[in-house]
């Protein structure tokens, strides 16, 4: 609402949200696809003239772009506002952060949904110059002012006094993402390389809806998309060293399973 009057440009395999806010607020939404191997090309969006939104790392992808290369994309774009959508940067990103400094255009913002287990709340942030986030609070002022409850406050106070509680966490997710990797690529998937607290792969030995059902009845739940370019793969959401083992054992069962048939 605030960005976006020349329109906005978004990845076509990306947070759902971004496209489905767009055509709420009728902007016109570029949609730009990804390269062949999940990437995003930070030359289609330089000189774009439009808002851009990343989310960096990427969803469901979990790939993500250098401070460099989101620079350029600033950079080239000094009359239009970049979002970077940091929910994910605390699971081994980089954050774009310090270009706030440099760059009036660039706006990040984070979320307590992920890495702060606060999903529920509803509590984000964003990090950017004077003057944008004086148009984020005109807008906010003429809208809904009252859009973050009380309890919810005291929640995300309560997480920022318990720091130590939320790194060891992170730790402990990318320690369960590099094992649930590896073991996947040992059962011959492939597997994109993730800064986030989910994984997104793929194996020719079952399609990528079937073994979301065969989890499915066993109690495992990940997600599967039906989005044409990426119907083959699953999204694991890394969870404790004992899911990942009982994820593990699912799905060499059900792949050795298609093998025998
Ligand atoms: C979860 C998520 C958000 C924000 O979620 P809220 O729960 O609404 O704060 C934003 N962007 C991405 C990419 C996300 O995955």
Same mark, same amino acid.
């Given at each position: 609402?605030? #960005? %976006? ?34 990437? $995003?090309?930070? !030359? !289609?969006? /330089? ?5 851009? #939104?990343?989310?960096?790392?990427? @969803?469901p992808?979990?790939?993500?772009? *250098?401070?460099?290369? $989101? ?12 979002? $970077? ?5 605390? #699971? ?9 400094? /440099? ?10 949904? &992920?890495?702060?287990? +606060?999903?529920?709340? =509803? +509590?984000? #942030?964003?990090?950017? %110059?004077?003057?944008? *986030? @004086?148009?984020?609070? /005109? ?15 005291? @929640?995300?106070?309560?997480? +920022? ?6 790194? !060891?966490?992170?730790? &402990?997710? $990318? ?9 996947l690529?040992?059962?011959?998937f492939?597997? +994109? ?5 989910f994984i997104f792969a793929r194996t !020719? &030995?079952i399609d990528g809806e079937?073994l979301y059902?065969?989890l /499915? ?5 990940v997600r599967h998309f039906?989005?044409?370019?990426i119907?083959d793969y699953i999204r694991v *959401?890394?969870?404790? =060293?004992?899911?990942?083992? @009982?994820?593990?054992?699912?799905v ?8 025998? &048939?």
């Amino acid at each position: 609402m605030a #960005f %976006s009057q020349d329109g906005a440009a978004v990845a076509d395999i990306t947070y759902g949200f971004y496209e489905v806010f767009a055509e709420l607020h009728g902007i016109d939404a570029k949609v730009i696809p990804l390269k062949e191997d999940f990437s $995003i090309c930070p !030359d !289609d969006y /330089k000189g774009i003239n439009r808002a851009v #939104f990343i989310a960096n790392p990427n @969803a469901p992808t979990g790939m993500s772009l *250098t401070v460099e290369e $989101i620079e350029d994309i600033v950079k080239t774009n000094p009359n239009n506002v970049v979002v $970077i959508d940091e929910a994910y940067v605390d #699971f081994g990103g980089t954050s774009a952060v310090e270009l706030v400094k /440099k760059y009036d255009n660039i706006l990040v913002v984070m979320t307590y949904s &992920k890495s702060r287990s +606060l999903a529920g709340g =509803r +509590l984000g #942030f964003s990090i950017g %110059s004077k003057e944008l *986030t @004086a148009d984020l609070r /005109k807008i906010k002022y003429s809208t809904n002012p009252y859009n973050i409850n009380r309890l919810t406050l005291l @929640a995300g106070e309560a997480c +920022l006094n318990d720091e130590k509680y939320y790194s !060891d966490n992170c730790k &402990k997710i $990318i320690e369960n993402r590099e094992y649930t990797t590896a073991e996947l690529v040992k059962l011959g998937f492939e597997v +994109l390389p993730s800064k986030t607290n989910f994984i997104f792969a793929r194996t !020719d &030995k079952i399609d990528g809806e079937k073994l979301y059902k065969e989890l /499915k009845k066993n109690g495992i739940l990940v997600r599967h998309f039906t989005k044409e370019r990426i119907k083959d793969y699953i999204r694991v *959401t890394i969870g404790t =060293r004992e899911q990942m083992e @009982a994820f593990i054992a699912e799905v060499k069962r059900i792949t050795e399973g298609e093998a025998a &048939k």
